[in-house]
Structure formats: C-alpha cells, structure tokens
T-cell receptor
C-alpha cells in the first residue's frame, strides 16, 4: 500500500512558466515532508522540506505548499528553467509509535522544461 | 573530499555470486541507508543503520546483509545474487532520523546487473 503517491509520472512545461508537482499521502502521522531532485546517473539531491506545523516554505524559485486536511503537498517552481528537467521525488517521515521514522518516497515525476 | 561515495559505480555479476557494494561518508552522520531504485517503484529502503553496530531492516531486506563496524562505512552485501536484484543502489546518510536534519544526502549510485 503506497503511503506517498505521485500520480503524474511526467510533466512538460515551457521555460519561464510555472511547474507544479503534486504529491499525496495517506498516513496522517507524517510530520515532515521533503522534495528531492534527481538527474540521470546521479544520486537524488535534497531540494526543499516542510514541517507539518507550516503550510508553506519558500527557497528561491522553489516553494512547497502543504495542505494537511487534504493530505496533499505540491512543489512550485517559478520560473521553470531547462536545468530543472529532472525526476522529482516526494518523501515523508514521521516519528510515531511503530514507525521506523525513515523517509518514504513516492515513485517520482519526470519534469521536462522545454526552451 | 567531504561527502558520500559509493563504489563501484557499475558492476556486472553472475547469478549466485556474492557481491558487496561499498559506501563511505565523511560527515560523521549517525544514520546511513541503502535504497534501491527500480522502474515503477521509486526508491525503496533495504536496510538502515542508526549508529555503528546498530542496523535494522527496511522495506525490502530479503537477500541482503549489512554491517556497520565504523560510523563512516556501511557496506551492502548480496549473499547470492539473483536477477531480481538487478537495480540501481543508492547509499545515503543523515544527521537525524526525522524532522529537520533528517534530510538524507545520497551517493552517486551503483548500477548492478545480475546475469
């Protein structure tokens, strides 16, 4: 049973426009959420995170929004650049009874930013 | 150089052989992880370690063995390789298990092919 879902395997966006990557989760005990970016033949790199006590976190062109009631988070990239073309993974963790507390990853969304 | 390194980057082995993937980190992070990435599955946790001599199973541990005699090293051994273990393997480390500071830093990956 997937606890972290990225329902869009791919997304194509024009350079300069906004990219919105979505992620849904099922476990209400998750309290920390992260986004990773992965280029081919490289390891994932940490991009941005958000704690469940916040609903928004911004870092330059990247903003993550968290909607706890909907169990949904999104990553906004504005403006999108060709160098943003990569696979983006959503991940979640929680420190609750029975949990190992480890990150649980979604399957990823491949973003293509076209010049 | 500071960081997390994996070796080898590429490995081809035969079914039934034992193979060990190496992972070394220079940050003195307490937590280390092994993930595998497969098409359609995203990143799945194999084993993790909270400190030297403390290891525990993740989501897909069968067929794998780990050890952690030193904080900086976390080798992953496939005792008798099978074709289903053909995958890209990522090692990662983090300072904490959950919350801020739990952002995992990944190595470049090892592409393992079992023939």
């Amino acid at each position: 049973d997937q606890q972290v879902k990225q329902n869009s395997p791919s997304l194509s966006v024009q350079e300069g426009r906004i990219s919105i990557l979505n992620c849904d989760y099922t476990n209400s005990m998750f309290d920390y959420f992260l986004w990773y970016k992965k280029y081919p033949a490289e390891g994932p790199t940490f991009l941005i995170s958000i704690s469940s006590i916040k609903d928004k976190n911004e870092d330059g062109r990247f903003t993550v929004f968290l909607n706890k009631s909907a169990k949904h988070l999104s990553l906004h990239i504005v403006p999108s650049q060709p160098g943003d073309s990569a696979v983006y993974f959503c991940a979640a963790s929680g420190n609750y009874g029975g949990s190992q507390g480890n990150l649980i990853f979604g399957k990823g969304t491949k973003l293509s930013v076209k010049p | 150089d500071a960081g997390i390194t994996q070796s080898p980057r590429y490995k081809i082995t035969e079914t039934g052989r034992q193979v060990t993937l190496m992972c070394h980190q220079t940050w003195s992070h307490s937590y280390m992880f092994w993930y595998r990435q497969d098409l359609g599955h995203g990143l799945r946790l194999i084993y993790y370690s909270a400190a030297a001599d403390i290891t525990d199973k993740g989501e897909v541990p069968d067929g794998y063995v780990v050890s952690r005699s030193k904080t900086e090293n976390f080798p992953l051994t496939l005792e008798s390789a099978t074709r289903s273990q053909t995958s890209v393997y990522f090692c990662a480390s983090s300072e904490y298990r959950t919350g801020a500071g739990s952002e995992a830093f990944f190595g470049q990956g090892t592409r393992l092919t079992v023939v």
